[in-house]
C-alpha cells in the first residue's frame, strides 16, 4: 500500500525565515507526486508536479524537489500570505491520490 | 476559466437520513474523484469515475457511491447517515491520464447530527 509522510506537522516562522517542508514517500512505480496548498475551510489548491528524481520546480517563493525516497518543498522568505497546510500527495499505477496529512505552515510578520 | 463547482457548500443532516452531493468538473475533464477530510484521517480516497465508468475504490463501506454522467458531471451518495460521516467532502477533476494533477473544488462540508 502506498505510504506519505509528511514532516514536520507544524511549522511556525518568522517572516523572511525560509524553511524546508518534507514528504516521504512508499509507492510501487511512481507516476508523479504532487504538492497542494490548502486553506481553512477551502479545497486543495495545486503547486506542482513532480515526474521523475532530480526534478524541480519553482513558484515565487515556493521550489519544489524530488529524489527517489522523498521530495521537499522549500519556502524561500516566506510571507504570511504563505501560511497555509501543505499537502503531499503520490499518484502510483492506479488513478488515486494518497495523501500526506500534511505540514501546518504559520508565519508571523 | 471556470473552476470544479460542488454543491451544496454546506449541509446538515439527521442520522439514518441520506444525502446527494453534487460535482460539476472543469470542462474538458473526464475524469472526477472524491475524497473525505476528516481532522483525524485526513484526505481519503472514495472512488474515481472516468467516462460514467468507476475505476478505482477505497476503503468505504457500501453506503458510499457515486455516479459519473455523459457529461461528466457526477454525484455522491450517502445512505444511512452516521455521526462518523461528517466530514468535508471533495470532488477533484483532471484530464484522467496518469500523472496529470488534480483540480479540487472548494467542498461540501456535511454536518451530520
Known amino acids: 500500500e502506498d505510504q506519505v509522510t509528511q514532516s514536520p506537522e507544524a511549522l511556525r516562522l518568522q517572516e523572511g525565515e525560509s524553511s524546508s517542508l518534507n514528504c516521504s514517500y512508499t509507492?510501487?512505480?511512481?507516476?508523479?507526486l504532487f504538492w497542494y496548498r490548502q486553506d481553512p475551510g477551502k479545497g486543495p489548491e495545486f503547486l506542482f508536479t513532480l515526474y521523475s528524481a532530480g526534478e524541480e520546480k519553482e513558484k515565487e517563493r515556493l521550489k519544489a524537489t524530488l529524489t527517489k525516497k522523498e521530495s521537499f518543498l522549500h519556502i524561500t522568505a516566506p510571507k504570511p500570505e504563505d501560511s497555509a497546510t501543505y499537502l503531499c500527495?503520490?499518484?502510483?499505477?492506479?488513478?488515486?491520490?494518497?495523501f500526506g496529512a500534511g505540514t501546518t505552515v504559520t508565519v508571523r510578520a | 476559466k471556470a473552476g470544479v463547482t460542488q454543491t451544496p457548500r454546506y449541509l446538515i443532516k439527521t442520522r439514518g437520513q441520506q444525502v446527494t452531493l453534487s460535482c460539476s468538473p472543469i470542462s474538458g475533464h473526464r475524469s472526477v474523484s472524491w475524497y473525505q477530510q476528516t481532522p483525524g484521517q485526513g484526505l481519503q480516497f472514495l472512488f474515481e469515475y472516468f467516462s460514467e465508468t468507476q475505476r478505482n475504490k477505497g476503503n468505504f463501506p457500501g453506503r458510499f457511491s457515486g455516479r459519473q454522467f455523459s457529461n461528466s458531471r457526477s454525484e455522491m451518495n450517502v445512505s444511512t447517515l452516521e455521526l462518523g460521516d461528517s466530514a468535508l467532502y471533495l470532488c477533484a477533476s483532471s484530464f484522467g491520464d496518469r500523472g496529470y494533477g488534480y483540480t479540487f473544488g472548494s467542498g461540501t462540508r456535511l454536518t451530520v447530527v
Open positions: 500527495a503520490v499518484q502510483a499505477g492506479d488513478y488515486k491520490l494518497s
Open positions: 509507492v510501487s512505480g511512481l507516476r508523479g
